[in-house]
């Protein structure tokens, strides 16, 4: 079970999880570079020879089987980030007005939260979406882009570049708020410490203790 606490720890991110966000993190990352080496003249060199079309193709593969990986692997934990990701309540409006003192690290200001606070709900909700875009509009772009005209090609294209610098932004935001929160090892791990989720995520480490979950494996 998700977030039972061992020894002054919570166990966060179980296996399948860490797996699933080590396997969207490499491919994401995989076509972010070879795309960025058709439109960016820095990078030209990587497109040299047009390797870089195939191992963007095989990347594409891997981000396009996350959410069927995530299925296998942890279901629960599939269902909980669909459905928490689009949830709010008040203590989510209140937080995300006083939201710049988070971003500042000061936690102990902020509303309770449940197993996402309010940024992370948004944050999660947007790669669901922009994903899904990158995904379709990939998928027109690999296949049927000899059926396209001219002008839905670019469409096609302009789309599927927004969609990615979208999710560029929030890697960007993702990587400031992981090294503000010094929440590296909880991916390598699975574990925090129970006195930080006490802090940042109150109400559902009530739920935990309401639970009575103990000795949790990874």
């Known amino acids: 079970m998700s977030g039972q606490e061992h020894e002054g720890q919570i166990l966060r991110y179980r296996t399948g999880q860490r797996i699933v966000h080590a396997i969207m993190a490499s491919s994401f990352l995989i076509l972010l570079i070879t795309g960025l080496a058709l439109v960016w003249s820095p990078l030209a060199f990587i497109a040299a020879g047009g390797w870089s079309r195939y191992l963007h193709r095989i990347a594409a593969v891997g981000f396009i089987s996350v959410p069927f990986l995530y299925l296998l692997l942890d279901r629960t934990g599939a269902k909980e980030v ?21 971003a500042l690290g000061r936690t102990a200001e902020m509303p309770p939260q449940g197993r996402l606070n309010a940024g992370q709900k ?43 610098l979208a999710l560029t932004l929030l890697l960007v935001g993702h990587v400031f708020f992981t090294y503000v929160y010094k929440a590296w090892s909880s991916m390598a791990t699975g574990y925090v410490p129970a006195d930080e989720m006490k802090l940042e995520h109150g109400k559902w480490v009530e739920e935990l203790e309401h639970d009575g979950a103990k000795d949790p494996v990874a």
């Open 82 to 102: 669909l459905v928490e990701s689009f949830q709010y309540d008040h203590d989510d409006v209140v937080w995300f007005k006083k939201m710049y003192r988070y």
């Open 122 to 164: 948004l944050h999660h909700s947007a790669v669901i979406v922009f994903s899904a875009v990158i995904v379709v509009t990939g998928l027109v772009l690999w296949f049927a882009k000899a059926n396209l005209s001219v002008s839905m090609l670019s469409w096609t294209a302009m789309i599927h570049d927004l969609a990615m």
